[in-house]
């Protein structure tokens, strides 16, 4: 076989095992409730759900020991709607959780410092 196919179906192979892992991790990818609950169980509670709740592609989280206060945002009907949290008292984590369809929802939890 030449080195050029050779090369090709070294190159393909890489991008199909690169493709299924991808989708392997999007299939793997935690729900809401189970991400709320990891948080849970190393000491943070609850606080409030904002957005409405739906099927989950990714999420991200926002936390700072430093700030005086967390900004949580989400997006409802494409819409953009922030709250802040302040951290007098508590830690604030803020969830947010992406949707396929582009809108947003946030969990906002807190720990004593």
């Known amino acids: 076989m030449p080195e050029v196919f050779k090369q090709l179906r070294s190159?393909?192979?890489?991008?199909?095992?690169?493709?299924?892992?991808?989708?392997?991790?999007?299939?793997?990818?935690?729900?809401?409730?189970?991400?709320?609950?990891?948080?849970?169980?190393q000491g943070?509670?609850?606080?409030d759900v904002h957005g409405s709740e739906g099927t989950v592609e990714r999420y991200g989280?926002?936390?700072?020991?430093?700030?005086?206060?967390?900004?949580?945002?989400w997006i409802e009907n494409g819409k953009r709607i922030t709250k802040v949290y302040s951290q007098?008292?508590?830690f604030i984590l803020v969830?947010?959780?992406?949707?396929?369809?582009?809108?947003?929802?946030?969990v906002v939890m807190k720990k004593r410092k």
């Open 11 to 41: 190159k393909l192979v890489t991008k199909i095992l690169a493709s299924t892992a991808f989708c392997l991790l999007l299939a793997c990818a935690p729900s809401a409730p189970e991400v709320v609950k990891d948080w849970q169980d």
């Open 44 to 47: 943070w509670s609850l606080v």
């Open 61 to 73: 989280k926002l936390m700072s020991k430093k700030a005086k206060g967390v900004e949580a945002s």
């Open 88 to 90: 007098t008292n508590h």
């Open 95 to 106: 969830l947010r959780f992406f949707k396929k369809n582009g809108d947003q929802f946030a």
